[in-house]
């Protein structure tokens, strides 16, 4: 304690603290003067705010005081309200909160002294006995009183919370111990995470660990991240998607697999894109991409109940209906459908390429109608898929890892989920003829060549893979984040990301 009391001295000399800052500094001094450690770790936790309250909220002043139980909680200040001998004041753990009564008549002079000199965000140990205030409110008395962590900072008022939102991803750890809604979100997200894994397990698959750090990045369309092993004095790049690897599963035998981690794509960040993000894949042996279509609606439908107890949940205003028995349209059926786009227009390149253009969308050289066909679809349809839509036989052209339709090889066999105007789920029938892959792969090559930073690589292990034999199969990505936004009717990805990535602190844009 005697070596601790200069640095925080000298941190009270620095001008550029404000004096609430100061003044918590000056009382932390105090305390060590008094011989009471800022950081002690000598209290016994013995219960959770959470279910103390909820079993005793029902409980009547006679019943509370015929329990004759001590209770020893500990959480954050987040409220104190002093009247000179006595002072009320809120703790909060990861649990829930509690109110606490303490006097000076039952803590002692001393402690009662030392209490005075804590802040609303200290975290405390309390030990006392149940009771109600004069308001009825469930209280406890606190018998002993005492300080497990001095909280340098203050939280934001009250009131007024953190209302930045950049700070509040910044200082996410803020942001949790002030806003409770925060906290819902992520154990909602826990909880979607959960129930998934659940559903798999009991559906027959197996969870399964495939690389992050991969010597050809493939299974997605997307630009990855270069890094570089120094051992081996080789270049790595981190995973677009771990399909390739669950794939080459199938081939050496196991039949039903998943796994649930984090994939990394060098984008842009906004409301529905983080660089880092969260799939869930799944690959099924001996299975069609419709087969994945009702798997998936059952799936929602669970975790819609599990989160929000209904199968219809509200999003942005909106109500959407998983109920199992989802609308299913063909892509170039949705073109023309749901887009309102003349289906000559849709077939002809410069018709469709000419729309696209007077959107305000790009076509690149080198692409094929195809890929023209996809932005007439983001432009004109994905927006109005609000209620959930499987959208199945995509082109060929932009499909590369995707069976191709028996009876036309144009279209693959391969859906997307929508909900909510954006997509939820990506999934076909896998391509297992290694001479077809191999193909598809030397077409991706020359689209990368001709400028598509996105295009695949060749990957000759995995067209060996292939060769040995892989059965025939249908595989789906579902992507976490937007799962969790969807079902906690949240507008941005970084509301259900804890810490999602930002500029450094000072740099422009940040």
Known sequence: MEDFRPLLESLDARDELNEVFKNRIAKAVQLLDDGVPLYPNDFAKGDDIGPVAEAHEPLTEEALAELGRTFRLAGRIVSLRSFGKVAFFTIQDASGRIQVFAERETLG?????????????????????????????LTLHADTLSLVTKSMRPLPEKYHGL??????????????????????????????IRELR??????????????????????ATARPFVTHHNALDMGLYMRIAPELYLKRLLVGGFEKVYEVGRNFRNEGVSTRHNPEFTMCEFYWAYARYTDLMDLTERLFARLAKAVTGS????????????????????????????GGIDPEIIRDYDKAKSLVEKSGEKVLKGD????????????????????PHFIYHYPTEISPLSRRNTENPEITDRFELFIAGREMANAFSELNDPVDQR????????????????????????????????????????????????????????????????RPEGQPGS
């Open 109 to 137: 002079q001393e402690a009662y002294t030392v209490f005075k000199k804590f802040d609303i965000g200290d975290i405390v140990g309390v030990t006392g006995r149940l009771f109600r205030t004069k308001t009825g409110e």
């Open 311 to 338: 199968e219809a949940v509200s999003y942005q205003g909106q109500e959407i209906n998983l109920a199992p028995g989802w609308a299913r349209l063909s892509f170039h059926e949705s073109i023309e459908k749901v």
């Open 368 to 387: 094929k109608l195809g890929k023209v066909q996809a932005k007439l679809f983001d432009i004109f349809v994905e927006p109005k898929l609000i209620q």
């Open 439 to 502: 193909q598809r792969f030397e077409d991706q090559v020359r689209e990368k060549e001709a400028g598509d930073d996105e295009a695949h690589r060749m990957d000759e292990d995995y067209v060996r893979a292939l060769e040995y034999g892989m059965p025939p199969a249908a595989g789906e990505g579902i992507g976490i984040d937007r799962l969790v936004m969807l079902l906690t009717d949240q507008a941005s990805i970084r509301e259900v990301i804890l810490f999602p990535l930002l």
């Open 198 to 219: 659940a559903f798999l397990d009991s559906s027959g698959f197996m969870e399964v660990e495939t690389p992050m750090m991969q010597a050809i990045p493939g299974g």
């Open 163 to 192: 209302k930045d939102v950049e700070t509040r991803y910044r200082q996410r750890y803020v942001d949790l111990i002030v806003t409770p809604r925060s906290v819902e979100i992520f154990k909602a997200r826990t909880t979607i």
